[in-house]
């Protein structure tokens, strides 16, 4: 089946860390780009951050740069974002998504990940 | 950055109306526009791409138009399962934004 899975949410502290996991299955995940896009409970959907198929090409949000980290293990076919100096308007549901190969949409998203900040 | 303005927020429609929400972005952005359903508690889904491109298994009662700045998708003959939430998207630059959602309810 192909499908993206994350892992790794939960509670944290104002000014914590928490590292986000999505594998993938079912598809050559090298091949894609890939997307975070998070949503706050009862908002839209914005995006976080994206990377390109070697991990080397990086792009984030403004509400993010500099604290989060995005980053992919091929090998392993996970990829992976570091959330740090987090803060309350970080909560949210944080969904891994791939890009379509032939258009730049995103064809493919996982179940999600609830991120909460809160002392 | 790209401002991405959906029309209307929500709307009441019966099953069989046909329902047409529209998306305007703040400069052009050529047919880099994507539609996506999505309904309570799940993932968004991926609808249309490239402004009218209909993506695998999604039913032929949803089409999409337009192109440089303003686009519309339209449902023909709406059914009790699109009840959901709708977002436009463009992917002509980073950041990607998203328009704030139309939320089509039952009548």
């Known amino acids: 089946e192909v499908q993206v899975v994350e892992s790794g949410g939960g509670l944290v502290q104002p000014g914590g860390s928490l590292r986000l996991s999505c594998a993938a299955s079912g598809f050559t995940f090298s091949s894609h780009w890939m997307h975070w896009v998070r949503q706050a409970p009862g908002k839209g959907l914005v995006w976080v951050s994206r990377?390109?198929?070697?991990?080397?090409?990086?792009t984030y949000a403004d509400s993010v740069e500099g604290r989060f980290t995005i980053s992919r293990d091929n090998a392993k076919n996970t990829l992976f974002l570091q959330m740090n100096s987090l803060r309350a308007e970080d909560t949210a549901v944080y969904y891994c998504?791939?890009?379509?190969?032939?258009?730049?949409?995103?064809?493919?998203w996982g179940q999600g990940t609830l991120v909460t900040v809160s002392s | 950055d790209i401002q991405m303005t959906q029309s209307p927020s929500s709307l009441s429609a019966s099953v069989g109306d046909r329902v047409t929400i529209t998306c305007r972005a703040s400069q052009t952005i050529n047919i880099y526009l994507n539609w996506y359903q999505q309904k309570v508690g799940k993932a968004p889904n991926l609808l249309i791409y490239a402004a009218s491109s209909l993506q695998s298994e999604v039913p032929s009662r949803f089409s999409g138009s337009g192109s440089g700045t303003d686009f519309t998708l339209t449902i023909s003959s709406l059914q009790p399962e699109d009840f959901a939430t709708y977002y436009c998207q463009q992917s002509y630059s980073t950041p990607l934004t998203f328009g704030g959602g139309t939320k089509v309810e039952i009548k």
């Open positions: 990377v390109n198929t070697d991990g080397r090409r990086t």
């Open positions: 998504a791939r890009e379509a190969l032939l258009s730049r949409s995103i064809d493919l």
